[in-house]
């Protein structure tokens, strides 16, 4: 918002000084906690039996695992391994990412046997779909894949196991995860605390810092600074607040925002304390008197206010059924992948 050129009678005295920028908010240091799963490697000493178990010419191929008899080639984890971001790596080792592995081989063999695969047409269909969101051809494709020292019959493998594989999740577990009105509905009864819907404004705010004001830089005195917001405080109403917050406020973005705080401000948002009781004591249309924060001097006008309440049902309902819809999946994949893992021969030789 761009600056007034005619100020009030009042603010005449300030025309010219220059507006300092601060943050409101304290700084918050958000940490976040980095949890590694670690696991022991386990090496076994049946790399003999492993090979009596597969085809002579693979039998000089290193085994990470076996999975009803069909092998996971070493190689073949550690090419996988070798191809994760590093930030991946801080939360996945090789025990994890073979884990994963077998996991997907277990897929695709159960999929094997309910006759449930991808066609080349499908995977084309896939890989055209990609060309198109990178904006590439083919032949651009192929060579930064090889780049990468991945074959584009790579890429094209890993599609089909990931089509087949999203068949087989969609019949045995999304067709089977339906909710229904009720349960819904219950879901909704039974949870009052996840619908409710705390007090809230919506807030600006004019602020004036100074020497001593945390997270600014300026020159003002404690003593210029209240001069200057007295003044303003006696020329603001709640038609003119944005332009002379634009015009005057230490805020960073007043002049785009014209001091109006984002979204509806709750009495838990990281704000400070003191702004926070003076908001929530206002009343819609009401300013303010001078309030003073270790950030500076500030005035405050609320526009509206929302009492706590209740989601209603119908808003939140396909929130519910989402929620639940997905938590059904997941259980009934943890389900399916046990099951097929009890009635499975897996070896770990990794």
Known sequence: ??????????????????????????????????????????????????????????QNK?????????????????????????????????????????EEKLLMQLAGGMDITASDQEVEALLDALLEQVGMTEDELKLRFEEQNISLEEVKDFYKKQITITKLVNETVVEKARVTLNTIREYYEDNPEFFAVPESVNVSHLIICHEESLNCES???????????????????DTN??????????????????????????????????FLNATFRLEPGELSEVVE????????????????????????????NETLTLEKQQELYDELISEKKNNSKIIKIY
Do not use: C
């Open 1 to 58: 918002m761009p600056k007034k050129e005619k100020t009030e009678p009042g603010l005449a005295k300030h025309k010219g000084r220059r507006k300092k920028k601060l943050r409101l908010k304290p700084i918050i240091i958000v940490s976040f906690l980095v949890i590694l799963l670690g696991a022991a490697a386990i090496w076994l000493t049946t790399s003999g039996i492993a090979n009596r178990l597969i085809s002579k010419e693979d």
């Open 62 to 102: 290193e085994i990470a695992a076996l999975v009803n008899e069909e092998p996971i080639y070493l190689e073949e984890l550690e090419r996988n391994y070798a191809r994760l971001p590093d930030e991946y790596k801080a939360f996945l080792d090789k025990d994890q990412l073979l884990d994963q592995m077998i």
């Open 219 to 237: 020159e003002r005195t404690k003593e210029e600074a209240l001069e200057l917001i007295k003044d303003i405080r006696a020329e603001v109403n």
């Open 241 to 274: 607040f944005a332009d002379l917050a634009g015009q005057y406020s230490d805020e960073p973005m007043a002049e785009t925002t014209g001091g109006n705080l984002p979204g509806r401000v709750l009495k838990t948002d990281p704000y400070d304390e003191t």
């Open 293 to 320: 924060t270790v950030f500076g001097y500030h005035l405050i006008l609320v526009y509206e206010k929302f009492p706590e309440g209740t989601l209603e049902f119908d808003e939140i309902r396909d929130q519910i």
